[in-house]
């Protein structure tokens, strides 16, 4: 069965930091590019950072300097740490590589 977990949401302070994971099964994620989208409350889904099969990420201009995307090969899991972050990242992140989502985790950025 091919799945994405996604786990590590929470609430943070504004200036923060969190860790969000996703961990794969029945696809192997370093084959294609594996990115990891948001979708805030009344806003459309987008892409906040994505890192290729080579290795090479690339960000929004909006998380550039503060996100940093990675991927264990070992453990077929991919991460986004999230540093500094701001109240307008609230938002519900998944993971996606090709037509394969996860269900989602939530980050809450509030005082």
């Known amino acids: 069965q091919v799945q994405l977990v996604e786990s590590g949401g929470g609430l943070v302070q504004p200036g923060g930091s969190l860790r969000v994971s996703c961990a794969a099964s029945?696809?192997?994620?370093?084959?294609?590019?594996a990115n990891w989208y948001r979708q805030a409350p009344g806003k459309q889904r987008e892409l906040v950072a994505g890192?290729?099969?080579?290795?090479?990420?690339y960000y929004i201009d909006s998380v550039k300097g503060r996100f940093t995307i990675s991927r264990d090969n070992a453990k077929n899991m991919v991460f986004l740490q999230m540093n500094s972050l701001k109240p307008e990242d609230t938002a519900v992140y998944y993971c996606?590589?090709?037509?394969?989502w996860g269900q989602g985790t939530l980050v809450t950025v509030s005082s």
């Open positions: 029945g696809i192997i994620l370093s084959i294609n590019d």
């Open positions: 996606n590589q090709l037509d394969v």
């Open positions: 890192i290729t099969s080579s290795g090479s990420p």
